[in-house]
């Protein structure tokens, strides 16, 4: 069995035999000597040189280095992505094999996640960060990159950076389909994340092997920004319209309540003879009855994995939301009744209308939520 880890360090490589052993020594060098428990993984492109033997050979003899091979759907975004599934620990760090970003600093990006942030993004644009020995051309198709970015992440100074963390449950169950060399900009707009935290480097250009970098990028790129915007719209719109539908449905399931409780209330009081307050708190409770068995079968049936599993500690909850329902809808009505002299079947029409917004809102809150 392989032990629990701290940080799973996850390099995406495409031939890369002059940098791969020592990107992987300086990584578990740096987290060794930082008292990091980390996992190694290199996902690699199936590479035309020596990376893979190297790796091979390398994760023969240590057991935190783990090598995956891709033979399908070539890309540095997907082989990160795969990288994320396959990772054992909850703090994952993407780093590049060529040295561009500095290992020394992944102990800032563990620390900040550990200290509460989701993401951890190395920032070379932010004040200490840098750019070491780029031609001006790679650049200014930099600074376009980064300026298309910030306009979906105003908030980051350097949404398109391939040195960053991030916590487990960010990624996890988000629909991240990358292409390209942006997988951060993938991970800001379709992951779960609410706190970052900017860690400014400086990006050396590669001193060994070349940039896989290709003019198809730019518009795999463009690509990418147009499918995260789609995204966000209907995630907004989209939960916009599930709660209005939840809302409605809610709205029609107590109004089925109103004629069994109005329905019960007179049955109860003219017909039976009962008082009036005593006809109205059963008339409540069987209304409570119905609108529990008819919000738990239509109004919330969508959501999974609710917090309570079993309909029967649903009902507790359901009920105990409603007696703070039923004592605003009885406060109302006695109000209205004794003390305004109003009619009673109009007070309790008054009270219900109250106990409906509450109901709904503490409900959504405490009952039918994940
Ligand atoms: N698995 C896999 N598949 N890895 C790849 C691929 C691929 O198709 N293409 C590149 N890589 C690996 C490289 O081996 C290296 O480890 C890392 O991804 C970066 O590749 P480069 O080709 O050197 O990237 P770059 O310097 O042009 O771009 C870097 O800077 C950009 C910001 O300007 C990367 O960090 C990008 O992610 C970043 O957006």
Redesign the pocket.
Known sequence: MAEPCDLSVI??????EE?IAAIIDAVDGVLSQNGIHDEILV???DSKDRTIPIVREIAGRQENVRLIV?RED???S??VVEGFRSARSDILQVI???F??PPDLIPLFYEAIRGGADIAVGSRYTKGGDIEAWPLKRRII?LG?TAFGRILFPEITDP????FAVRRQVVDGAPLAPRG????MEVLGKGRWRTFVEIPFV?K??EE?????RAGTVIDYLRQCGGIVRFSVTRRTGSVWTEWNKVVRFGLVGLSGIFVNMGLLYALTEIAGLYYLVSAAIAIELSIVNNFVLNDVWTFRSIENLKFERKFSRFGSFQAVSMGGLAINMAVLYLLVDIAGAYYLVANLAGILIAFAWNYAINRHYTWVR
């Open positions: 390099i995406p490589t495409f031939n890369e940098n996902v690699d492109d891709r070539h890309g540095l997907q082989s590049d094999a060529d561009s970003h930099s990159a398109v950076s391939g040195f060399y942006k997988i951060l990006f250009d590669r092997g070349a940039s896989k970098l």
